[in-house]
């Protein structure tokens, strides 16, 4: 294949890998879980406009501001593509979605210098459209971010021999670092990798691995020292929260030991059944995915999200492995002698797959009115409150999407409706609510929640009554 060519088909591979992901999330918005509103976008949006929804981990320090700075980085510079939190939210899609595209590039990459290019090409289409892939592909959630960031990492310390082995050394070291600050339960899983990146050229090796892996290990440590009291102030007290003193205020979510085998299945889909003549291929990768999954499977408080760091390596896993069933059994069928019966095969297969799974995960189109009322309510030139009753508030886009800097009020009753609702002139609450003010008219709903609009000004709410007033009184 010729030059241009090459270039060509990788443009139109990855222009259809961007539109699959743009498409998915601008066609379909949602929040799929409130940390990639809370813990991430709304600090960026406090960082650069002023105010935000500040939950417990920020009023703690448990939480590093590196992601939400590179965030409001790009809020500051995309706010010009549409009006209110249009143009930012667009600009933060494009350039996490952008971002995303390393798994596609990490597929073809890994797999050709490991099984060939009937593998590589089955496996770059099928993290082009991998239901996983690309619904979370724009998602601001740092283990997302730390997945996209590692996959380079983990590339360049195996393979990447053009660039020269110190070069490739340090960045691989950089890399992984990066993914492990931004995501600190892969720390085990990262220093796995750095000591085979070091085998067996110890001497020559692991000072470069160790340069490259301190850059970001000392920004982090330099950010929370700023922004906090101490270096590295957010991982040790976030290790402590969640390790040391158990799941906290995630008790809810906690799942046994084997959940995350289970979950395995809901990413990966039938392609699982191939991870194991993939991992024949590649076993440093095949270890790798291992460690993630069982590192997290000690830790009470589990979420499927959270294994979203291996499942580009697995897709590529079994992208190999599939190529390889198909060449052991090739004697008895003549055609898959030709590689493009193969690679026909191997992706019909991964789009099966992915079809599948897409199908099982409607649930994961989640809280449509958080993202739907507060967008249609920051072009509402007379909004001066915002009511939020029997709802729970983190199911909301936040002033993310809201954009207005007016007060949220949680109502948790109907006593407290009546006599909160001067603080609001709009209110969600589920359709069939008795108690819904009679000044207040239906405007819209998304799926049972409904916005109700009245005419006129507001009353100040008080300190608790306020959003961030309320959580900090609860606990929250």
């Not at 291992?290 to 897709?315: D, W």
């Not at 920051?378 to 939020?388: A, D, Q, T, W, Y």
Request: with cysteine; net charge positive; proline share 6%.
């Amino acid at each position: 294949m010729t030059r241009t060519k090459t270039i060509s088909a990788w443009a139109a591979l990855l222009g259809f890998a961007l539109a699959l992901r743009l498409g998915l999330a601008l066609g379909s918005p949602n929040i799929f879980f409130p940390d990639e509103i809370f813990q991430t976008l709304e600090p960026a949006h406090r960082l650069v406009y002023g105010y935000g929804v500040i939950p417990w981990e920020w009023r703690l320090g448990i939480r590093s501001w590196v992601f939400p700075a590179f965030l409001a980085g790009v809020m500051r510079a995309t706010a010009w593509m549409g009006s209110g939190s249009a143009g930012y939210l667009l600009g933060t899609t494009i350039v996490l979605s952008l971002i995303s595209l390393t798994a596609v590039w990490f597929a073809y990459a890994w797999a050709k210098r490991a099984s060939g290019t009937p593998a590589a090409i089955v496996a770059a289409l099928a993290c082009s459209f991998y239901f996983g892939l690309v619904y979370f592909a724009p998602k601001a959630l740092t283990e997302v971010i730390a997945a996209h960031v590692m996959l380079p990492g983990l590339y360049l310390g195996v393979y990447g021999r053009r660039l020269g082995e110190r070069k490739r050394l340090f960045l691989a070291g950089l890399f992984c670092a990066l993914a492990a600050c931004l995501r600190i339960q892969l720390l085990p899983a990262v220093l796995f990798a750095m000591v085979y990146f070091c085998y067996p050229r110890w001497r020559v090796r692991v000072p470069v691995v160790a340069a490259g892996a301190s850059i970001p290990v000392l920004v982090f440590g330099a950010v929370d020292w700023i922004s906090w009291s101490y270096p590295w102030q957010s991982f040790i007290l976030y290790c402590k929260e969640n390790v040391v003193s158990g799941p906290g205020k995630a008790l809810t979510l906690v799942q046994p030991w084997y959940w995350y085998l289970l979950v395995l299945v809901v990413l990966i889909g039938p392609a699982v059944l191939l991870l194991f003549h993939g991992s024949r291929r590649s076993p440093f990768l095949a270890i790798f995915c291992a460690i993630v999954v069982v590192s997290h499977s000690v830790i009470p408080h589990k979420e499927v999200r959270f294994l979203y760091p291996v499942l580009a390596p697995a897709v590529t896993l079994a992208a190999m492995g599939i190529v390889d069933l198909l060449a052991e059994i090739r004697r008895g069928v003549r055609f898959l002698n030709n590689p493009k019966w193969v690679v026909a095969i191997g992706v019909s297969f991964f789009f099966i797959s992915s079809a599948m799974l897409a199908a099982q995960c409607a649930d994961w189109y989640k809280t449509p009115w958080g993202v739907g009322a507060f967008d249609h309510l920051n072009r509402e030139p007379g909004l001066c409150g915002v009511g939020i009753y029997d709802r729970i508030w983190w199911e909301s886009g936040g002033y993310t999407h809201l954009h207005r800097n007016v007060p949220i009020v949680q109502v948790t009753g109907a006593a407290e409706l009546a006599r909160d609702a001067p603080f609001f002139n709009a209110l969600i609450a589920p359709r069939n609510s008795p108690a819904i003010p009679p000044a207040f008219g239906q405007s819209q709903c998304w799926k049972g929640v409904c916005l109700f609009e009245r005419g006129g000004t507001c009353t100040a709410p008080g300190a608790d009554e306020e959003l961030n007033g309320y959580l900090k009184k609860i606990g929250l």
